[in-house]
């Protein structure tokens, strides 16, 4: 039986003036905001836990090479209600972790 080699994947976090570089593989975390949680731990960040209604856990793509893979739960009324917009502003829950985000650049809001 052979297996796949797990693909390692990168994500660079800037956040208070500081840059973590992460290295995460497909579906070790359920969404990008939960990477950031558990690695690098930011007061209030992700209140909801994911159900993409809070509007705490915000990020602005700097840089991504693909089109991301994303979860459709109220993010565009949260967006909303928050008042922050632009077309590179996202609820970081609402993003998997998976191939096309590797190489990701955020920053968060
Ligand atoms: S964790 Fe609440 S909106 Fe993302």
Same mark, same amino acid.
Request: glycine share 8%; with cysteine; proline share 1%.
């Given at each position: 039986?052979?297996?796949?080699?797990?693909?390692?994947?990168?994500?660079?976090?800037?956040?208070?003036?500081?840059?973590?570089?992460?290295?995460?593989?497909?579906?070790?975390?359920?969404?990008?905001?939960?990477?950031?949680?558990?690695?690098?731990?930011?007061?209030?960040?992700?209140?909801?836990?994911?159900?993409?209604?809070?509007?705490?856990?915000?990020?602005? *793509?700097?840089?991504?090479?693909?089109? @991301? =893979? #994303?979860?459709?739960?109220?993010? &565009?009324?949260?967006?909303?209600?928050?008042? *922050?917009?632009?077309?590179?502003?996202? @609820? =970081? #829950?609402?993003?998997?972790?998976? &191939?096309?985000?590797?190489?990701?650049?955020?920053?968060?809001?």
């Amino acid at each position: 039986m052979t297996h796949t080699p797990v693909k390692d994947i990168s994500v660079t976090i800037c956040h208070d003036g500081k840059i973590h570089e992460i290295k995460t593989y497909a579906n070790e975390y359920r969404s990008l905001m939960m990477l950031i949680y558990d690695q690098i731990y930011t007061e209030g960040f992700g209140e909801c836990l994911g159900m993409g209604k809070c509007g705490t856990c915000l990020v602005e *793509i700097i840089s991504s090479s693909h089109e @991301l =893979s #994303c979860y459709e739960r109220n993010e &565009e009324m949260t967006l909303l209600r928050t008042g *922050i917009t632009g077309k590179e502003v996202h @609820l =970081s #829950c609402q993003i998997m972790i998976d &191939e096309y985000i590797d190489g990701i650049k955020v920053n968060i809001i």
